[in-house]
């Protein structure tokens, strides 16, 4: 059984900053949350404390074998002071699926949300209020017995930390090129690519790298079996509009459950927009942009909630969607996800939880 909250308070609180010239996750709050495992304990001592470097034994497993995982989510505060979760218990059971693949001890998910909600509430002033911005929220977990041996560790620790971000599209929602990636491959049938855990992100810097010497923002992913079917974009999940129907690829366990994604299938669902996930291939992509029935394309993820797709470009091919322009679907999803956030439009799906 865990025990109960200990609440230990920063004495100096750092200066909150500019919420116009934020960058994403360079600023952490005064407080931190931690939880430690141990294996006669299961998950114990849960702590708020002053937000600080933390000692660790240059064997901690994690630095070996990234026996690591983490969540990310955002907290949203409107001018009136109330705050508002977006759907934490999906990122909570999430973080359990990609612990179960790490090998690492299932937390109670109940109970870290209520953690959290105590750790947001003390950390309120923190989150700017200004259009787009947010509160990041960082939950992760890592091994942390000294050890070489390669089996999961005995002892964990649980961390959760929390960054104010600015507006992801501080000049209004942009569309951006996308270059597809045949080289390199972020994740492959029977590995990690669905649970949230650092090496895959690391695996996708040389092509991340690549498609900026290019002028491209992000890289589509492709299957690593065949190099044929769509999987995801950049740190994303991602959609197409193809002769009025809304195709996303199917899940798998090369493809990341994204809680954006989720949502946006469930909103489609609402209005009554066709959607399918099914098997997406880029040929089928690129016969739709010779068709003349590819009409929109867009990623969804927490950071930018939606981000349209103007270029795709792919071989020797740059396809331009929708003159380059964001599409009507795809602003309808971002107005409506961001006003739900934000408590600036009703809630009909209960996705917020207010502090
Ligand atoms: C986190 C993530 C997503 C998006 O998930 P959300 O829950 O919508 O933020 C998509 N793909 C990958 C690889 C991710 O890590």
């Known amino acids: 059984m865990e025990a109960t909250l200990a609440i230990t308070e920063a004495v100096t609180k750092k200066p909150k900053p500019d919420p116009n010239s934020l960058q ?27 937000y600080a470097p933390i000692e660790i034994d240059p064997a901690a497993m994690v630095f070996h074998y990234s026996q690591t995982v983490f969540e990310g989510l955002k907290a949203y505060r409107t001018k009136d ?20 693949r790490l090998s690492i001890p299932p937390i109670d998910e109940k109970s870290a949300i209520e953690h959290l909600k105590q750790l947001v509430a003390l950390e309120k ?34 961390f959760i930390i929390l960054s104010p971000v600015g507006s992801y599209y501080p000049t209004g929602i942009q569309p951006v090129s996308i270059m597809v990636e045949e080289d390199t491959t972020r994740a492959v049938r029977g590995g990690t690519g669905s649970a949230k855990t650092g090496g895959n992100y690391s695996a996708g810097y040389n092509a991340q790298a690549k498609a900026t010497a290019n002028g491209h923002a992000q890289v589509l992913w492709l ?33 990341l459950e994204g809680i954006t994604r989720k949502s946006v299938i469930e909103l489609l669902k609402s209005w009554k927009v066709p959607v399918s996930e099914r098997r997406v291939t880029m040929q089928e992509v690129k016969d739709a ?11 969804s993820g927490t950071a930018a909630v939606i981000s349209p797709i103007g270029e795709l470009t792919w071989r020797d091919t740059t396809m331009t969607i929708n003159g380059g322009e964001t599409g009507d679907v795809t602003t309808s999803l971002y107005k409506t996800i961001t006003n739900i956030q934000t408590g600036k439009e009703r809630d009909p799906f209960g996705w917020t939880l207010k502090l």
């Open 289 to 299: 942009y010779d068709n003349g029935t590819l009409e929109e394309a867009f990623g």
């Open 223 to 255: 299957d690593g079996m065949e190099k044929k079917y769509i999987e995801e974009v950049g740190s994303m999940n991602v959609f197409f509009k193809i002769n009025g129907e809304i195709v996303t690829p199917e899940l798998s366990d090369s493809i």
């Open 125 to 158: 002033d923190w989150i700017p209020t200004e259009e787009g911005t947010s509160l990041y929220i960082r939950p992760f977990v890592i091994a942390t017995e000294p050890s070489l041996q390669v089996a999961p560790a005995k002892s964990y620790q649980l």
């Open 24 to 50: 994403f996750g360079k600023t952490f709050t005064d407080h931190m949350f931690t939880m430690e495992y141990k294996a006669d304990e299961g998950w114990t001592n849960p702590q708020i404390k002053p």
């Open 81 to 100: 002071g109330v705050v508002r979760l977006f759907r934490p218990e999906e990122n909570f059971k999430r973080l359990n699926r990609s612990n179960k």
